[in-house]
Structures are given as structure tokens and as C-alpha cells.
Antibody, heavy 116, light 107 residues
Framework: EVQLVESGGGLVKPGGSLRLSCAASGFTFSSYSMNWVRQAPGKGLEWVSSISSSSSYIYYADSVKGRFTISRDNAKNSLYLQMNSLRAEDTAVYYC?????????WGQGTLVTVSS | AIRMTQSPSSFSASTGDRVTITCRASQGISSYLAWYQQKPGKAPKLLIYAASTLQSGVPSRFSGSGSGTDFTLTISCLQSEDFATYYCQQYYSYPITFGQGTRLEIK
């Protein structure tokens, strides 16, 4: 069974940093691209970043470019999102998702709250 | 960036109704379109990919059609568990973009 479990969310002050993790199981993690998608409270879905299976290709939304860094460790079946210079508008539930035909499997999400 | 526009943004329907949600892309995306269902407090669930291919395990009352710029999601006979928010997503090019969502409520 495919499972994606996010962790690392929490309350952080504006300008602060946070690192999200996503632990994958039930599939060959190293064979798939992965995505981060976020959802602000009461709002729609927003794609944040994607990384190819071997980390050769990385993409970011303009809203996070230069502040967020996506990475992965295929030996640990893990996906990461390093978030720096956080702003109030980054407050959201962050989902990791497997990139296959869109996003075929999603984690349960982790809440990031940016507030003083 | 490719803009995805869904309509309607919300509407009410009754169990047993046939409903259609539309999604328009600001430029051609071939068939690189997915539909998701999201219920409150839950992660999105993939329903349809490649515009018309039903994801494994999704009931056959869901169907998708279209290519290029115009797409539809149809639910042939609404069930109580179908009341949720639906999103389209293009994965033709980066940045990946979603429609704003269509909230389907019980009449």
C-alpha cells in the first residue's frame, strides 16, 4: 500500500525557517517524481514544487522561488521541503504527492502557520 | 503560466442528479488534465487523469472528457458521498496549475 506521511509543520514567526519531510513507503520511491502542494485555510490548491526521480529536474512556483528548496533522499525514501524567509501568506497545509498522471497519491498534510 | 478556470464555482444538486463541471485552460494542454475530489479536512483524491481515464477504484459514475482547452467532469448519478469540492489540474507544463475549485452542495 502506498503511503506518504508528512511531518515538520508547526508555528513559526515571519522570517523564520522550517523543514518539512515526507516519508514514502509501499512503492519504489526512486522511480517517481514528487510534488509539494499547499492549501491555505479555506482556499484552493496551489502547486509549490516538483522534483524528478534523480533530482535532475527541479521546479518551483514563483511565489516560493528563492525561499524554498525541495530535495529528496532516495536511500531514505524521503522528500523534503526547506522553507526559509517564511511569510504570513505561506500559512497552509502542505501535502506531498506522488507525481504520476497528475498526482495519484497524497499524504495527509502538515500544517504550517506563520504568525508572530 | 497556464490559467485554469472552472465553472461553476459552486452549485447545489440533489442525490440522483447528473452534474457537469467544466474546466477551461488558457492555452492548449492536449489531454494533460486531472480531476480531484476533496472533502473537508482530507487530502485531494485523484478521480480522472489524462482527461478521461478513470483512476483505479473510482466509481464508474464519474467520467471526464475533452482535450486542448475545454474539459468536463460528469457525475452521472449523484450519491451522498459525492458532495465535495472538485478541482481540475493541468500537468502539461510547469508551473502546474489548478482550477479554483467547484463546491458541490446538497440541495
Amino acid at each position: 500500500e502506498v503511503q506518504l506521511v508528512e511531518s515538520g509543520g508547526g508555528l513559526v514567526k515571519p522570517g523564520g525557517s522550517l523543514r518539512l519531510s515526507c516519508a514514502a513507503s509501499g512503492f519504489t520511491f526512486s522511480s517517481y517524481s514528487m510534488n509539494w502542494v499547499r492549501q491555505a485555510p479555506g482556499k484552493g490548491l496551489e502547486w509549490v514544487s516538483s522534483i524528478s526521480s534523480s533530482s535532475s529536474y527541479i521546479y518551483y512556483a514563483d511565489s516560493v522561488k528563492g525561499r524554498f528548496t525541495i530535495s529528496r533522499d532516495n536511500a531514505k525514501n524521503s522528500l523534503y521541503l526547506q522553507m526559509n524567509s517564511l511569510r504570513a501568506e505561506d500559512t497552509a497545509v502542505y501535502y506531498c504527492a506522488r507525481s504520476e498522471s497528475g498526482s495519484d497519491y497524497w499524504g495527509q498534510g502538515t500544517l504550517v502557520t506563520v504568525s508572530s | 503560466a497556464i490559467r485554469m478556470t472552472q465553472s461553476p464555482s459552486s452549485f447545489s444538486a440533489s442525490t440522483g442528479d447528473r452534474v457537469t463541471i467544466t474546466c477551461r485552460a488558457s492555452q492548449g494542454i492536449s489531454s494533460y488534465l486531472a480531476w480531484y475530489q476533496q472533502k473537508p479536512g482530507k487530502a485531494p483524491k485523484l478521480l480522472i487523469y489524462a482527461a478521461s481515464t478513470l483512476q483505479s477504484g473510482v466509481p464508474s459514475r464519474f467520467s471526464g472528457s475533452g482535450s486542448g482547452t475545454d474539459f468536463t467532469l460528469t457525475i452521472s448519478c449523484l450519491q451522498s458521498e459525492d458532495f465535495a469540492t472538485y478541482y481540475c489540474q493541468q500537468y502539461y507544463s510547469y508551473p502546474i496549475t489548478f482550477g479554483q475549485g467547484t463546491r458541490l452542495e446538497i440541495k
